[in-house]
C-alpha cells in the first residue's frame, strides 16, 4: 500500500504536514475499491474533513440545544398487507444543518456512533418519536404503533431500558405502541448480554425488529438466537422482485423461514404494485416504501390517516 501525502513546501508547518499525510493513509487503506490506492491530500479531502467537522459541531448543538437543534423526524407508514391498512410507522430522524441544508442519515448517523453522541441523540430521536405516537392516541388512533431505530450502542447503555420507560411514561405512551428496530451491528455484538436486553423489552410489550435483514451480519442462524419478535427484509431483496425470472427470487423462502421461526415479516422498500401482489401471495405480512408513501412530517401522516379514515 503506497500513500502519497502532500510534499513539503518552503515553511509549511511540519506537524501539519504531518497530521494531512496521516489523514491521506487513513484515507487510503479504506479505500473501499482497490487493494492499492495511491492518495494525494489535496482539495477534495480537505473538503472532506471540513464537512464531518460541520456535521459533528451540528450533533453536538443538538446536544446542547434545550429543544432539538436541527434534528427532525420524518414518519413512513408501514401498510397491514391482508387488511391493507396502515398499521404503525417508522421514526426517520434527519439532520437539518445551517450551513449544510438537510445531511442524509447514512452520513451523519456513523458520526453520532463514532463521537458517542448518539446516546444523548438518540434518546431525543425516541422522545420526539412518543411525542408523535401521544398525537396518534389522542387523535384516536390507539392501534397503531411508532417503531424507533436503536443502534448497538444504545441499547448497550445500562440504562437503556430505564431511560425508555421514563420517557413513556412522562410522555404518557404505553410499551404496546413502541417498536424498536435494531440494526444489523448488533448481531455483531454479544449475543447473552443483547438478549437479556431484547427479552426485558418485550416483557415490557415492546415490540423488537431487527431492520435490513438479510445484508451484512445477518443470516437466520445468528437471528435466530435473537429472541426477537419481527424481520424487516431489505430492499435489495423487494428489488429483486421486479427481475423477469420471479421463479429464481428467494423473498418468498425468507418469508417462510421467517414465519417457521415465529417472526412477523415487513418487507422494506416497496415500490412497484407487482412487488406488492408477490409478497401478499407468499404470506408477508406487512410492507412499508414508496408504494405506500414516502415518509412524511407529522402533519402529513396525520392527513394521510385522517384520508384513508375517510376512504373506509
Given amino acids: ?11 509549511q508547518d511540519v506537524d501539519q504536514l504531518r497530521k494531512k499525510v496521516l489523514i491521506a493513509s487513513e484515507k487510503s487503506i479504506n479505500h473501499p475499491e482497490a487493494s492499492f490506492e495511491a492518495c494525494f491530500f489535496g482539495p477534495d479531502i480537505e473538503s472532506e474533513l471540513i464537512r464531518t467537522e460541520t456535521i459533528k459541531r451540528d450533533l453536538l448543538d443538538i446536544v446542547d440545544d434545550e429543544g432539538d437543534g436541527g434534528l427532525v423526524l420524518q414518519f413512513q407508514p408501514i ?3 391482508p387488511s391493507n391498512r396502515i398499521c404503525g410507522f417508522e421514526a426517520l430522524c434527519r439532520l437539518n444543518s445551517a450551513s449544510l441544508g438537510r445531511v442524509p442519515p447514512l452520513e451523519f448517523i456513523p458520526l453520532a456512533e463514532e463521537t458517542k453522541l448518539i446516546i444523548p441523540i438518540g434518546l431525543k430521536i425516541i422522545r420526539k418519536a412518543f411525542r408523535f405516537l401521544r398525537n396518534l392516541l389522542d387523535l384516536g388512533y390507539t392501534d397503531l404503533t411508532v417503531s424507533v431505530n436503536i443502534s448497538a450502542i444504545q441499547l448497550l447503555q445500562h440504562d437503556f431500558v430505564e431511560q425508555l420507560l421514563q420517557s413513556s411514561r412522562e410522555i404518557g405512551v404505553s410499551p404496546e405502541h413502541i417498536g424498536i428496530e435494531l440494526t444489523e451491528s448488533i448481531l455483531a455484538t454479544d449475543y447473552d448480554e443483547i438478549n437479556h436486553t431484547i427479552s426485558t423489552l418485550r416483557q ?3 415490540h423488537v425488529a431487527i431492520d435490513d435483514f438479510g445484508t451484512g451480519y445477518s443470516s437466520f442462524a445468528r437471528e435466530q438466537a435473537l429472541r426477537v419478535d419481527c424481520l424487516k427484509i431489505d430492499k435489495q431483496f423487494i428489488d429483486s422482485l421486479l427481475d423477469d425470472q420471479l421463479e429464481h427470487a428467494i423473498t418468498g423462502d425468507i418469508i417462510s423461514m421467517a414465519h417457521k421461526l415465529g417472526h412477523c415479516v415487513v418487507a422494506e422498500g416497496v415500490e412497484h404494485e407487482s412487488q406488492r401482489q408477490y409478497l401478499k401471495a407468499h404470506g408477508c405480512d406487512k410492507i412499508q416504501g414508496y408504494l405506500v408513501s414516502r415518509p412524511l412530517d407529522p402533519d402529513a401522516a396525520l392527513e394521510l390517516l385522517s384520508a384513508k379514515a375517510r376512504m373506509g
Avoid at 1 to 11: I, N, P, R
Fill in 204 to 206: 415490557l410489550g415492546i
Fill in 79 to 81: 401498510l397491514d398487507l
Fill in 1 to 11: 500500500m503506497q500513500v502519497v501525502g502532500e510534499l513539503l513546501a518552503c515553511g
